[in-house]
C-alpha cells in the first residue's frame, strides 16, 4: 500500500458527510489488474462489432446463393436440407450473438467502478445475513467465523443466520460463538420450507431485525451459506453507497475455490462477472447476482421488500429497484469466495433452477410492483427470459435435426457455381476469425489462455428444455411458479463406487441416455454423409463433395462441439474427477478457526479447461477454408 489517495467528494447522504473517509484504493497490484481488464474490455466492443458485421455479411451471401442455386434448378430432397442447414446454422448464431450486442452497447462508456475504500470507524450500521437451508454445519460455520472477523467496527454490523432447516444444532453452535462475539444472531420462521424460499427467508429476516435493540441497521447485506467474505468485504463496497445517493445496492462478482482441474462441467463464471457484468454496468443495467451484496435499508422496504414471485430473486429485486428510481453497481472485485456444486446431479439441478428463474422473473413482471416499470425496464427483464428460451428450443431443435441432415446424404449447402462456394468460405472464414477474436479478448479479460470459441454446455439443452416445458405448463394451466427445493452444496462424486452402478446412474437415473443416443445419432449421420460423398461420382472432386457435406465448417463446428458436449456428462459420471477435501483448500487457523481459501485455490489458472478441442477446431477451419479458397 503507498499514501492515501485524497478523500472523494460526496453527493447527498442521509450518513454523516463529514465524518465518513472515502478513498480511493491505493494497491499498485489491483490497480495493474484492471488496467489489464480494461485493455482487454475496451477492445471487445469492436470485436463485436466486426463479428456482428461479418455474420449479416456470411448470411446474407449464403440466402442469395440458396435463391440462385434454386433458380438454376435444385430441387427435391437437396434444396430442402440446405434450407434446413442454413435455418440451423443461422438459428444457432442468434443466441450465440447475444453478448455480442451487449459488448457493442458498452462500446466508448466506463465499464468499472472505481475501487474504493471507507476508512476510519464513521461507518454505517449494516445487517449481515447468512440463509442457510440445511447445508453441511462446517460450510455454515466457517462463513460465520469469516464475518464476524471483517474489518469494520463491530458496533456498527450484526450477523444474522436465517435458519430455515430448523436446526437445534446450528442455533447450539451460534450460542457459543455468540458468548465470544455479541454481533451474533439467529433466526428461523420455525417450518421447514420444501420449496424456492429465499425471498422469504430473507424478508423474514428483515422483520427480524427491525425488532432488536436500535431496530434495522442502515444497510443490509446478504452472504449464501457458502460464501466467505474477504476481510474488507464492507469497506469495499459500502462506500459507493456513500458517494452516490441514487445508488441502491452494491454488487460483486462470485468466485469460487474448490473447481476440479481442468473444469469439466463449465462451472467457472469468470466470462460473466469479468466480461458481461462490467458491460452491463456500462449501460446502468447491472443486476444484483445474489450474494455479497449491500442494499440501502430503505431502498428495499421501499419496494416492498424482497419479491418473492420469482425463484430468482435477485434480478427481480433489481428490476424493481430500478422501477423505483434507484440505480445498481457492479464492483469489480473479488470480496467472496464460495463453492461450486461437486455432484453433475446437483450441478443439473442449479442449471435446471437458473433456467426456470429467468422464465419466472419474466413472468413475474404481471405483478402490480412492476407496473411502475418503463417500456425499456421491462423490456430489459422480458429479453433474458426470451433469449434463454429462444437458445433452448433452437439449440434442442438442432440437436435432433442435425443428424437427420447428416443422414439425408445430401450436400449441406447450395451454390450455383464454384464462385460462390469460395465467396462463401471466404465470409465464412472472416466470420469464424471475427468470432475467435471476441472470445479470446473475451477469455483473456478473465485471464484465460485462449479462445474456448463460445463453446455452450449444450449437453445441458434436453433438461433446460423440459424445464421450460414444465414451467409454461404450469403457468398455462394456472399452477404456477414450479418448485425447486436447494441445491445443496458437497455430494459425494464418489457416492457410486463401481463403474458399473456409475453408469446405471448416469444413464437411467440422471438421463444421460439421451446423450448416448445423440452421439450415436451424429456419428451415424456423419459416417452417412461421408459415404454419400463418395459415392457422388467424380472422384478429382471428392474433397468438394466431402467440404460440402459433413465437412462444411459451419456442420462441422455443429456436429463436433455437439459429440464432445454430449460426451460431457458421461465421462464426469464414469470417471469423475479427484474430489478434493474442502478443508485441503483453506488455510486455517488452529486457534480460533477463521479459514480463508488458500491462494492456490483461489488461483483460477489451475483450473482452465482443456484447449485441445478448440485448437482443433480452428485448425480444421482454417485449413478447410484456405484450401477452398485456394483451390476453386
Known amino acids: 500500500m503507498g499514501e492515501a489517495a485524497p478523500a472523494l467528494a460526496f453527493k447527498e447522504s442521509k450518513w454523516n458527510k463529514a465524518a465518513a473517509n472515502v478513498q480511493l484504493l491505493d494497491d499498485p497490484s ?342 411502475t416499470m418503463t417500456p425499456e425496464e421491462k423490456y430489459g427483464a422480458i429479453f433474458p427470459a426470451f433469449a434463454i428460451a429462444i437458445s433452448v428450443a433452437i439449440n434442442m431443435a438442432a440437436m435432433i435435426v442435425l443428424p437427420f441432415l447428416l443422414l439425408s446424404g445430401a450436400p449441406l449447402v447450395a451454390y450455383s457455381t464454384n464462385s460462390q462456394l469460395r465467396a462463401m468460405s471466404v465470409l465464412f472464414l472472416l466470420k469464424f476469425l471475427a468470432i475467435f477474436s471476441y472470445d479470446y479478448l473475451a477469455t483473456q479479460a478473465a485471464n484465460f489462455h485462449l479462445s474456448l470459441l463460445g463453446v455452450v454446455a449444450c449437453w445441458t439443452i434436453p433438461f433446460q428444455f423440459m424445464t421450460l416445458a414444465r414451467f409454461a405448463l404450469s403457468i398455462v394451466t394456472g399452477g404456477g411458479v414450479p418448485l425447486f427445493t436447494p441445491s445443496g452444496l458437497n455430494v459425494d462424486v464418489r457416492a457410486v463406487k463401481t463403474v458399473a452402478g456409475r453408469m446405471k446412474a448416469a444413464l437411467w437415473d440422471h438421463g444421460f441416455i439421451i446423450h448416448v443416443a445423440v452421439i450415436a445419432s451424429l456419428f451415424g449421420g456423419v459416417t452417412a454423409s461421408l459415404v454419400a460423398a463418395y459415392r457422388s461420382g467424380n472422384p478429382h472432386d471428392i474433397w468438394i463433395e466431402l467440404f460440402t457435406r459433413a465437412g462444411w465448417p459451419p456442420i462441422f463446428l455443429a456436429w463436433f462441439t455437439s459429440v464432445l458436449d454430449c460426451w460431457t456428462p458421461l465421462s464426469y459420471s464414469f470417471n469423475p474427477p479427484k474430489a478434493m477435501a474442502r478443508t485441503t483448500l483453506m488455510d486455517r487457523d488452529p486457534k480460533t478457526l477463521l479459514a480463508y481459501p488458500t491462494r492456490q485455490a483461489k488461483d483460477q489458472l489451475r483450473v482452465r479447461p482443456s484447449q485441445t478441442s478448440a485448437m482443433i477446431v480452428i485448425m480444421y477451419c482454417l485449413g478447410a477454408c484456405g484450401l477452398a479458397i485456394y483451390s476453386l
Request: glycine share 8%; proline share 6%; aromatic share 8%.
Open 30 to 371: 489491483a490497480k495493474n489488474r484492471a488496467q489489464r481488464q480494461l485493455q482487454y474490455l475496451h477492445r471487445i466492443p469492436k470485436a463485436a462489432l466486426a463479428s456482428i458485421l461479418s455474420s449479416w455479411l456470411y448470411f446474407g451471401y449464403a440466402f442469395k446463393c440458396l435463391l440462385d442455386a434454386q433458380a438454376a434448378g435444385l430441387s427435391g430432397t437437396p434444396l430442402k436440407v440446405a434450407w434446413l442447414s442454413y435455418a440451423l446454422h443461422l438459428g444457432q448464431a442468434i443466441p450465440a450473438g447475444t453478448p455480442h450486442l451487449l459488448a457493442l452497447s458498452a462500446m466508448g462508456k466506463a465499464r468499472r467502478q472505481p475501487l474504493l475504500r471507507l476508512n476510519g470507524q464513521a461507518t454505517p450500521s449494516v445487517d449481515i445475513f447468512i440463509t442457510y437451508c440445511g447445508e453441511e454445519m462446517d460450510v455454515l460455520m466457517d462463513t460465520v467465523r469469516a464475518t464476524i472477523a471483517i474489518d469494520y467496527p463491530p458496533d456498527s454490523y450484526r450477523v444474522i443466520v436465517l435458519d430455515d432447516s430448523v436446526s437445534v444444532e446450528v442455533e447450539t453452535e451460534l450460542r457459543k460463538l455468540k458468548a465470544g462475539h455479541g454481533q451474533i444472531y439467529y433466526s428461523t420462521r420455525g417450518t421447514k420450507p420444501t420449496t424456492h424460499t429465499k425471498a422469504g427467508n430473507l424478508n423474514h429476516g428483515l422483520k427480524y431485525v427491525s425488532g432488536l435493540p436500535g431496530g434495522a441497521s442502515d444497510l443490509v447485506a446478504v452472504l449464501d451459506v457458502d460464501m466467505i467474505p474477504s476481510p474488507h468485504w464492507l469497506r469495499a463496497l459500502v462506500p459507493h453507497l456513500l458517494v452516490d445517493s441514487k445508488v441502491a445496492l452494491a454488487n460483486p462478482p462470485q468466485r469460487q475455490y474448490n473447481i476440479p482441474d481442468g473444469d469439466p462441467l463449465g462451472q467457472s463464471m469468470d466470462i460473466l462477472f469479468d466480461v458481461m457484468e462490467p458491460s452491463k454496468n456500462a449501460t446502468n443495467s447491472a443486476w444484483c447476482c445474489g450474494t455479497g451484496f449491500v442494499v440501502r435499508r430503505d431502498a428495499l422496504d421501499g419496494i416492498g421488500g424482497v419479491p418473492e414471485e420469482s425463484i430468482n430473486e435477485d434480478i427481480l429485486t433489481s428490476f424493481f429497484l430500478k422501477a423505483a428510481g434507484w440505480e445498481i453497481v457492479y464492483v469489480h472485485e473479488d470480496v467472496q469466495w464460495g463453492l461450486v456444486p461437486a455432484s453433475i446431479s446437483t450441478h443439473l439441478k442449479q442449471q435446471k433452477r437458473t433456467c426456470a428463474g429467468i422464465a419466472s422473473t419474466a413472468a413475474a413482471l404481471l405483478n402490480p410492483r412492476a407496473q
